[in-house]
C-alpha cells in the first residue's frame, strides 16, 4: 500500500472513530455522565434505606440523578464503582409526577430524549438500543398529552424485559393501587400523604424502594419534608444539597 492509500485509510478509520464516538456521547449519555459527591451519596444510600429523599434547588441535577438511577436498574448497567443496590434481574417501576404533561417534558425526556423527536429518541439516560422495539415498541398514554408514554419496555442485562410505567399525582391514590415494584421514582412533592403512602406501599411486597427527587417548598405544606426531617426510621434517609 501506497503512503497516499495509507493516509486515505487512516483517514476513513479516524472519521469512523469519531463518528462512533458522537453516536455514543448521543445515545449512550449514561456511560458519559459523572456524579458530583452529593449524587454519589444518594446512589450509595441505595444500598441501606428503602426509602430515599433528594432535596436541592432548582436546576442543581436532581432529574439527572434520578434518570442515571433509573436507567442503572431497569439496563442492570451499573458503573463499576457503584456503591447502591443493584437488581441481575429486570425489573418491574413506575415514576410519578405532578401530571402526564411534566412527566412527558421532564422525567420522560431525561429518560428517553425529546417527546415525539424521532432523532432524539434514546438520547437520555436510557441507551437507545435498550428500548425494545424502538420507539414504536413504548407504549403511548391514550387519551393524554401528545407524546406522552405511558409504559416502556427495556433489556436488561440478564435478557429479559424491564417495565418502566409512568403515573400522575393528578389521578389521585386510588390510580395508584394494585401493582407490585421494586422501585417507584417520584419527582417533586406530591403535597399528600395519601398518594406518597400509596406510591411506597407498591414496593412492599417485592421488598423495593422508593426515591424522591424534589425541591421543598413552604406552599406545598412541608408533608415530604416532615417525612424526613422529623419522622425518623431506620429504613429513611435523605441527601441535602441545599
Known sequence: MTDNHQDIELGRLAAEVSAAAITARKYRKKDFWTPYPKQSEFFSSGALFRERGLFGGTQVGKTETGAFEMSCHLTGEYPPDWTGRKWDRA????CVGENMK???DIIQRKLAGEPGDVESFGSGMIPREAFVGGM??????HGSEKNAFDTIYIKH???ATSVLRFRSYSAGAVALQGESLDLVWMDEDPGDDAIYSECLA?????????????TPLQKAGGSTSH???????????????V
Open 91 to 94: 425489573i418491574r417501576a413506575w
Open 227 to 241: 417525612r424526613f426531617l422529623q419522622e425518623h426510621s431506620p429504613q429513611r434517609t435523605f441527601v441535602s444539597s
Open 136 to 141: 414504536d415498541g413504548q407504549v403511548l398514554a
Open 157 to 159: 442485562v440478564s435478557g
Open 102 to 104: 411534566m412527566l412527558r
Open 202 to 214: 407498591r414496593t412492599a411486597a417485592t421488598g423495593g424502594m422508593l426515591m424522591i427527587t424534589f
